[in-house]
């Protein structure tokens, strides 16, 4: 099994910054894409950023330009720096990775989620 640990969330205001970090553990083989996503109530989960093991990324067209995403694959981590931002980031933040486990079997996973509140 693969677990995905989050933290980093919190409450700032608008402009401000905060960093979303996330370690995955467990019996991992490999690691191919590591993302978040958000989901602010009332709507549907979307994906914020990716990035491959290659260090390919992805961006929602409304972070472009604000959210930085990284990961480390030595240490199976990944990070979402989030600055200049804005009530409508207000969600909470999951993520996600998919890969291979050691007995060769495929995997999803997702975090718990946590929670980043932007107030005006």
């Known amino acids: 099994q693969v677990q995905l640990v989050e933290s980093g969330g919190g409450l700032v205001q608008t402009g401000g910054s905060l960093r979303l970090s996330c370690a995955a553990s467990?019996?991992?083989?490999?690691?191919?894409?590591m993302g978040w996503y958000r989901q602010a109530p009332g709507k549907q989960r979307e994906l914020v950023a990716s990035i491959t093991s290659g260090g390919s990324t992805n961006y929602v067209d409304s972070v472009k330009g604000r959210f930085t995403i990284s990961r480390d694959n030595a240490k199976n981590t990944v990070t979402l720096q989030m600055n200049s931002l804005k009530p409508e980031d207000t969600a909470v933040y999951y993520c996600?990775?998919?890969?291979?486990?050691?007995?060769?079997?495929?995997?999803?996973?997702w975090g718990q989620g946590t929670q980043v509140t932007v107030s005006s």
């Open positions: 996600n990775a998919n890969g291979r486990k050691r007995s060769g079997f495929s995997f999803d996973s």
């Open positions: 467990g019996s991992i083989f490999s690691i191919n894409t």
